[in-house]
């Protein structure tokens, strides 16, 4: 899509959620309920099928299914339940009609009405209310972050990892399920450990197993709040690779026509540890035939066509080991880290780079400019990444104000916005500094769409060069000045 597409829809967007305030951005994804609250039954789940997909280094779970009103008033607040350990893990939730993708406006929200309690919910807030036993299809993802336990937690560097993971064969729902399946997909068919649910008059014995898939149910009827623990134990030949802190500088120059990229990791192995010291010589010979490994070993990060003098570096300085190509078709910076992260491992690291900002930045009026990048890139790698922690800036330049931002990122991963100052070299007032900070993403939001609106006038503009062209003469009028004073001692 042309950038001036993309621009003017998420200008439309800008002005309708935000109005004409200054300072705007996304509006809380919280709402207060009384703590004796639970969720009204007015629906009642005809048939859902529950898909967990563990092939990366994070759980993603799909929940297809087909609500209908069972009140005889329209309805349009469905609540999702999870528990408290799952909220603080749970992220990138999105919910959209699996019939008729031209339908949006679901709300998602958080809500909060008993801290104490196990059991927490998010509210769906449908875009109009279903009437009387009137029926929608909904598609329901989301992440979870540290869902993994190794098992064993310690191996050899040659053994095989193999990973955990706890879930509900009945799919956590606040109402009756009339219908439902849950399919596991997990990365490879080598699965030596799996819960098993006996068979009854109406269901057969769960799973069946076919390949690298799993299957639980269908099962008959359900009632609200009915939970089945099973737990998967399966090979995981990747790293777990988590970011549990990733910070993302945006820097706006106008006058030097450029963007600066800069991001700061934090990044963790949560595989298994190491039940030995590491042994550099045995993973050297290793190297030679490439064998299957659970260390993490290369990354490579897709950039922006255009983007140059990319570097990396870590806690020591500048890493020499890597490689960074550009041309007409494509930017790629691979990188390898000064060793192997194995399980348990923390290898924290920044790179950089710059790019045209005509790439990025419009001109929409004769004050206002458009700047539409990427909230995050980070690595693109086959096992997945998770963020836990992102911080988002955007450094406009000194006198940038009315600052507005939209992001296609599910509003309900965003935790924080503010608008600051922040003084660099040669500034008076301070450069005009957006911050977003946002929880629990992974690589599968890369490139989601950042729009920053801001309004930067001519004189704005002139205020620097102005200020050193007088700061100069000040100094050359200063020493001028000086020289015209006699400093000679009197004869007389």
């Not at 997909?53 to 999870?82: C, G, M, T």
């Not at 919910?95 to 801290?115: C, H, I, L, M, N």
């Not at 406009?396 to 935790?415: C, D």
């Amino acid at each position: 899509m042309k950038f001036s597409a993309v621009a003017a829809a998420c200008l439309s967007l800008i002005s309708q959620v935000l109005g004409e305030t200054n300072i705007a951005g996304p509006s809380s994804s919280k709402v207060t309920l009384p703590a004796t609250f639970k969720p009204p039954q007015v629906f009642k789940n005809a048939n859902l099928v529950h898909v967990i997909s563990l092939d990366k280094n994070y759980a993603k779970e799909s929940i297809n299914v087909l609500i209908e009103n069972a009140s005889p008033d329209p309805q349009d607040e469905y609540f999702v339940p999870f528990t408290s350990d799952q909220m603080e893990r749970i992220g990138g939730i999105e919910v959209k009609d699996r019939k008729d993708g031209t339908v949006s406006g679901f709300v998602v929200e958080a809500v909060e009405f008993d801290q104490l309690s196990d059991t927490q919910y998010y509210r769906i807030r449908l875009p109009a209310p279903l009437p009387a036993k009137g029926q929608q299809t909904l598609g329901i993802s989301f992440y979870y972050l540290s869902a993994f336990a190794p098992l064993p937690s310690s191996i050899q560097q040659s053994d095989k990892q193999y990973l955990v993971y706890q879930f509900s064969a009945y799919c956590q729902s606040a109402y009756p399920t009339l219908k439902q399946k849950t399919e596991v997909k997990l990365p490879s068919s080598d699965i030596p450990d799996y819960t098993k649910i006996a068979g009854s008059d109406e269901t057969k014995e769960s799973p069946q197993k076919q390949g690298s898939k799993l299957t639980y149910g269908p099962f008959p009827e359900v009632p609200a709040g009915a939970v089945s623990p099973v737990k998967v134990r399966y090979e995981f030949t990747k790293p777990v690779t988590h970011v549990s802190q990733l910070e993302r500088d945006v820097e706006v120059s106008h006058w030097g026509g450029n963007v600066a990229f800069e991001e700061r990791y934090t990044l963790y192995n949560h595989g298994a540890n190491l039940s030995e010291l590491f042994n550099r010589v045995k993973y050297a010979q290793s190297q030679y035939f490439n064998p299957v490994s659970y260390a993490l070993k290369e990354m490579k990060f897709p950039l922006r066509v255009g983007s140059k003098d990319a570097y990396f570096t870590d806690a020591i300085g500048n890493v020499s080991t890597s490689r960074f190509r550009s041309n007409r078709r494509e930017a790629v910076l691979e990188l390898k880290p000064r060793y192997p992260v194995f399980g348990g491992w923390k290898y924290p690291f920044t790179i950089g780079w710059n790019a045209d900002a005509k790439n990025f930045l419009r001109k929409k009026s004769s004050d206002n400019y458009l700047l539409n990048v990427p909230f995050i890139e980070g690595p693109k790698q086959s096992e997945g990444v998770a963020f836990e922690q992102i911080q988002v800036r955007v450094l406009l330049p000194e006198g940038a104000e009315n600052v507005k931002f939209y992001t296609t990122i599910p509003e309900s991963s965003i935790t924080d916005f503010t608008v600051d100052l922040q003084r660099t070299y040669l500034d008076t007032i301070g450069r005009t500094v957006l911050t977003i900070k946002a929880r629990n993403l992974v690589d599968d939001f890369r490139d989601r769409d950042l729009v920053v609106s801001y309004d930067y006038s001519l004189g704005a503009s002139l205020r620097k060069p102005l200020i050193i062209f007088s700061s100069m003469m000040a100094v050359f009028v200063g020493m001028w000045a000086i020289s015209k004073v006699d400093v000679k001692f009197s004869t007389k």
